[in-house]
């Protein structure tokens, strides 16, 4: 029986450390949104103010099953690409917050909306779809980089995230 010389050599700490923070970084750009998502979800979400508001009958529950139906994907769309789906509560600080207020807001304009229009002022709903594409967008810009995967992998090495910090070039080297 032969033994594999590499299992016998000391693995050095700096190289154990470099191969850490390269599995992070690597790891962090794995789990960023895919590119267009917070557009589609803007647009999702557009549209279901719009079927609550301004779509006739029976367009409005078309509109409502389409941008249930792009949610769901959306969610699908989003672990396929990452390998995660990262909920409120695995949310902290200020990405919890950004996350929170996000939801009360689209609460209160889908509410609002929907008042405004029973009211008798349908013309409410588009601008109302609008700022939900909007916020959508807004949110994902400030949500994404404070995602708890996203950025605080880069602390196994005491860093505070991943972006701008310096390869080491250990990273399989160390192993050797």
Known sequence: MESNPQLHEPYDARAALADAQDAADRAGRRVRSPR?????????????VLGGTVAPRPWDLLALFIAALSMGLLVWWYQRSTGVWVTIAQ???????????YGVL???LVIGAIALTDAGHAWVGWPAAALALLASLVVGHFLEPRLPLAHRLGELGGREGTEGTADTGAGEAGRR
């Open 36 to 48: 267009g998502y917070y557009l589609a979800h803007g647009l999702a979400a557009a549209l279901l």
């Open 91 to 101: 949310a902290h600080g200020a990405a919890r917050r950004i996350w929170i207020g």
């Open 106 to 108: 689209f609460v209160a």
